[in-house]
């Protein structure tokens, strides 16, 4: 070590990372506010619901897992991230089918397929919800909306007793996003004063963790 060098001190720094989850949940809870008000037929059309889709419904949650893993949140990461993609797949499907990237031709676009992403999005989203139930109540209800949601517009879009699972959708939708809207700022209190102002209600304690 030459003589400059001695007594040198390398000082590691460590930038502490805000917890996102309160804006990926706002995210979660805004796109399907919006998107719920075309199912329940308070509006109607998609055309200006891709602005929210690909903006809160996507990227925003997709930025908030990617904080997720940089502060070792698994759950976070994984379910806004998930989720994240889930609504960036919904953006594109819809533009295509407004003809934004050109002509639609019915021999090579088959609507039902569509059907099978919301079942695999459903499969996965029954594990999400078996750690969900060991978070919170309020993010279990949510997470279990979400699979009526993800199942029902699975049917419906196979034409199986279409009405009754496009209500079914639309209400779990509906349901998803007030208690997003409660969960966002539950989190967004807690984080900023220090300690709990809206309960979000305890794990239920099924499964313990090792």
Known sequence: M???QQGLQIVETRTTIADPTALGVFGLSLVTFVAASAKMHWTEGVGYLIPWTMFLGSIAQIWASSLDFKKNNYFGAIVLGVYGLFWMAVSMHWA???GWFGAVDPAQFD???IAFAFFGYGIFS????VVAFETNKVFATIVVLINVLLFSLGFAALGVAKAQFSTAAAWSELLISLLGFYACG???FRNFFGREILPLGAPLGLIKRS
């Open 2 to 4: 030459t003589a400059p």
């Open 96 to 98: 295509i089918s407004l």
């Open 111 to 113: 609507p039902h397929q």
């Open 126 to 129: 029954l594990f999400i919800m």
């Open 186 to 188: 539950a989190i967004f």
